[in-house]
């Protein structure tokens, strides 16, 4: 901490150095020191220029040099010592001044400045008494100057007074260690000999500046008695020696980590027996748990999250949905009703394999692992990967729903009732939302039959029976929903019938003994990535490809053809879509790969002129399915286009009955039909998507092929999960809100007339320009382009590609824009775009949608494809 005007608190972790300035009108979290100080030099000091026929200042009476920037204030012993801390400031991008008296040259590149002194001041040496300063303008820059503590801040002077500290050592150090054994994935044995050649570096070091510091005293004249007293009072319990002793062995580092951070430790419980058939003898089973009581403690004081307890921000305007606050499942629930500040828990269950499901590993380390998420995080923070716990682990084969489940439930009663005491909070209750998987996993969560074949009720939302779906028009038909008083009648018949199952229960959930949750209230949700995507979504456009093909308009290879030499956008690429092969009953790869195609198809078409009938009934179905995905997909939805949705939805499952009579509609055809009333329930549905929740199991798989060992893996796994979590909690995984790259000072005089009048708009003052910047994970940069504004539904929209991006004191982004005039191509659903009509500036928190769009140029046209639709607005 600093004294003065601006208090600066700088917390040191290894993945990344955290700067929070507290200054009552700044608040910023900047994480890097280029970044601090270039926040320091933008927004709380104002230069003058170099008054070069002033008389130089002079230094202190010892006769050091001073460094040119006022506001660093580091004085050095020697003119080669002053050029080199010069050098640094230039490093980092600061226009820093010639040292030389009457030279008024200013440089932020190392090898101008070089070549300058070689030119200009070859012969010349700088007397210790010269120094060029700066003119400050303000009373709060003068504070921060006066500061004896705010120097060069480089990482050998960076917090003296806390590096001399033997604990910050071994913090420090500790997490180098757990950044390359739980973050990096480095094996065992790679920390170790890391940490072995360490020691014995530091060890020469040691001897070396020993030896050294021993001649100079002894040059010195200093009496031989004396300098072997120095020499071992300079060196004596070396704080990084101490540090390393404690950290020498892999036992040693576990037991520091474990009791320096904010670790939870696995528990391991026992489930039932399973008895061999052979034997008839019961064999031991178990899972490991990680206490959700622990993990909530945990949770509030992590510093990466910085998680602050208040009531839920509901949308502001009627009708407006953006997260699951917004749906009823939520609003309803009348535990958050009586806790507006209590912690919103979300559930995740998935199966998943450690190695390559085939030859004799098949399914021998397949592992279901459950999955938290605490719904009172931004969203932003909420769905990364770092940001969800571990709940339990166990093996798949030996999963038993009431053994697993029960113990999970039981901590959420206590949870509901009692809460978790935090120092600085007080008692802090939580409740379950809801619970987030794939079918499979969610009927089995829900006590639903998993036969989704050949069952007849396969859906856990309403009492549809398999043969009214397959009826004609049977797939537009609206069916009785699941209550959870039909939930109970149907386990009351089930307990006086010999059948497995009643109307697709087959037995009462564990879920269901918690006082606010019930699985059909609902509280299983939907999945987009399994019900759309992976699941009726590459079955239809396979169809509707072999249509296209039959009808002569391409073939695969040319549609391959095309698929490669398409210009994907950078974020495209990384889910660039497979080949289509003819022999494939569905369209191969991931679910976001399917989305990708399925939205860029008609431009991938398009780009070869490959022939299109716009009128065809084909078409039309692949169009609607691409808009239903548009609105599903979209992040923020207002109700008034529900009811559109609805009718997109049922025209396209009677539109693929006619067209297709011969190809059965699907199970998650019907689950389609729900996805109106579904973002009802529970918001827009990208919020509860579950592949941010299958990125999470990446970890597991990584941290196994690290350790190479498989004998007891639900422990080695879920310890070493949380001891990354533990790292995480130091602060390791903060994020900014705004990042920017390749700034520059903006000067509005290198620019138009018409720009300047766009920006003065927002009277922006000292303002700086950059050619990217991220924004909460949505990154803008010149050429993109941007919604200002829709005054109607697909036809009305204001497109604007981004010339400059600027920021302000207050770090607000704006983006410069050229309005762009588009034209909507209803048979390609792409926005094209045409000449500049004007330029407008704007704050991104003003923009009618956040996605950031890249222009595919395609046979002398540009074209824009949105995301998402924009469906925010009240629909007339």
């Known amino acids: 901490m600093w004294p003065g005007t601006c208090n600066i608190v700088y917390v040191t972790v290894i993945s990344v150095d955290i700067f929070i300035v507290d200054l009552g009108h700044c608040s910023a979290a900047l994480n890097s020191e280029a970044a601090l100080r270039m926040h320091i030099l933008r927004h709380h000091k104002k230069f003058s220029k170099v008054n070069c026929s002033a008389p130089p200042s002079t230094s202190d009476d010892q006769g050091r040099y001073n460094c040119s920037l006022q506001f660093c204030a580091k004085r050095l012993d020697s003119h080669k010592l002053l050029i080199s801390h010069l050098k640094y400031h230039m490093k980092l991008q600061i226009l820093t001044p010639c040292p030389f008296p009457y030279c008024d040259k200013e440089y932020s590149n190392v090898q101008s400045f070089s070549g300058h002194l070689t030119r200009n001041h070859a012969n010349c040496v700088l007397s210790p008494d010269i120094s060029i300063t700066l003119n400050l303008e303000t009373e709060e820059d003068e504070q921060l100057e006066n500061s004896d503590n705010f120097g060069e801040m480089e990482k050998d002077d960076a917090g003296d007074v806390c590096l001399s500290d033997e604990e910050s050592f071994l913090v420090t150090m500790s997490q180098f260690y757990m950044k390359l054994e739980f973050e990096l994935f480095l094996p065992v044995s790679t920390v170790q000999y890391i940490v072995n050649e360490l020691s014995i570096l530091q060890t020469q070091n040691e001897q070396l500046m020993k030896a050294r510091l021993i001649k100079r005293l002894q040059a010195d004249g200093i009496a031989p008695e004396k300098i072997e007293s120095i020499a071992n009072f300079v060196y004596a319990n070396n704080p990084i020696v101490t540090a390393q002793s404690k950290l020498k062995s892999d036992y040693l580092r576990k037991g520091i980590y474990k009791k320096n951070f904010e670790y939870v430790e696995p528990q391991k419980k026992p489930l039932p027996l399973k008895k061999n058939k052979a034997t008839k003898a019961g064999r031991p089973r178990f899972l490991y748990h990680v206490p959700i009581q622990e993990t909530v403690k945990k949770i509030l004081k992590d510093k990466s999250l910085n998680l602050g307890l208040s009531a839920p921000k509901f949308s502001e305007e009627e009708g407006l949905l953006k997260d699951f606050v917004d749906g009823t499942v939520f609003k309803s629930n009348q535990f958050f009703i009586d806790n507006p500040t209590g912690l919103q828990l979300i559930l995740y269950q998935d199966a998943f394999e450690l190695v390559v499901p085939i030859g004799p590993a098949k399914k021998k380390h397949k592992i279901l692992a459950v999955y938290l998420m605490i719904g009172n995080l931004p969203i932003h923070l909420r769905s990364h990967v770092n940001s969800i716990q571990l709940v339990a682990l166990c093996l798949d084969k030996e999963f038993d729903h009431n053994a697993v489940y029960g113990i999970i439930v039981e901590e959420l009663k206590l949870l509901e009732t009692d809460g978790v005491f935090i120092e600085g909070r007080g008692v802090v209750k939580a409740s379950l939302v809801f619970i987030v998987g794939d079918n499979l996993g969610s009927h089995g969560a829900g006590g639903f039959v998993e036969n989704f074949s050949k069952s007849l009720y396969f859906c856990r939302f309403c009492h549809v029976k398999r043969e009214d779906f397959f009826a004609p028009n049977g797939e537009c038909t609206e069916h009785s929903l699941r209550t959870a008083t039909s939930y109970n009648n149907s386990l009351a018949r089930l307990a006086t019938s010999r059948k497995k199952a009643y109307q697709g229960i087959k037995f009462n959930s564990v879920f269901n003994n918690l006082k606010y949750f019930h699985v059909c209230s609902p509280g299983l949700s939907p999945c987009l990535a399994h019900d759309c995507f992976e699941g009726w979504v590459a079955y239809d456009l396979k169809l509707f490809l072999e249509y296209f093909v039959e009808k002569e308009w391409f073939t695969f290879d040319s549609l391959n053809e095309a698929l490669s030499e398409f210009p994907f956008s950078l974020e495209d690429t990384r889910d660039k879509p497979i080949p289509v092969l003819a022999s494939y009953e569905r369209i191969k790869g991931g679910a976001w790969q399917i989305c990708v195609f399925m939205r860029l198809l008609p431009l991938i078409i398009e780009s070869k002129n490959m022939k299109i009938e716009k009128h ?242 395609i046979n002398g046209h540009q074209f824009v494809k949105l995301k998402h639709a924009v469906v925010c607005d009240r629909l007339e």
């Open 616 to 857: 065809d009934d084909v078409w039309k179905a692949l169009l609607a399915v691409i808009e239903i995905l548009e609105i599903i997909l979209s992040p923020v939805i207002h109700e008034s286009y529900l009811p559109y949705l609805q009718s997109c939805i049922s025209f396209y499952l009677s539109s693929r009955r006619d067209l297709f009579p011969d190809v059965q509609l699907r199970p998650k055809h019907h689950y389609l039909s729900h996805a109106s009333e579904l973002i009802k329930c529970f918001g827009p549905l990208v919020r509860v998507f579950t592949l941010r929740f299958e990125a999470k199991h990446q970890f597991f798989k990584r941290a196994m092929k690290s350790s190479k060992n498989f004998i007891n893996p639900l422990k080695s796994l879920a310890v070493r999960h949380e001891l990354f979590q533990a790292f995480v909690r130091t602060g390791a995984d903060f994020r900014c809100d705004i990042q920017v790259f390749g700034d520059s000072e903006f000067v509005m005089s290198n620019y138009n007339e018409k720009i300047q009048h766009a920006v003065l708009h927002y009277n922006l003052g000292q303002s700086r320009e950059c050619v990217r910047a991220i924004v909460k994970g949505t990154t803008y940069q010149k050429g993109n382009v941007v919604v200002i504004r829709q005054a109607g539904y697909q036809y009305l929209v204001e497109l604007g590609s981004i010339v400059l991006i600027i920021y302000d004191n207050n770090d607000k982004l704006y983006l410069l824009l050229e309005k762009k005039k588009s034209e909507f191509v209803p048979h390609l659903r792409v926005y094209e775009l045409h000449s500049t009509l004007s330029y407008e500036c704007v704050c991104v928190d003003d923009l009618f949608s956040y996605q950031s769009l890249y222009v595919y140029k």
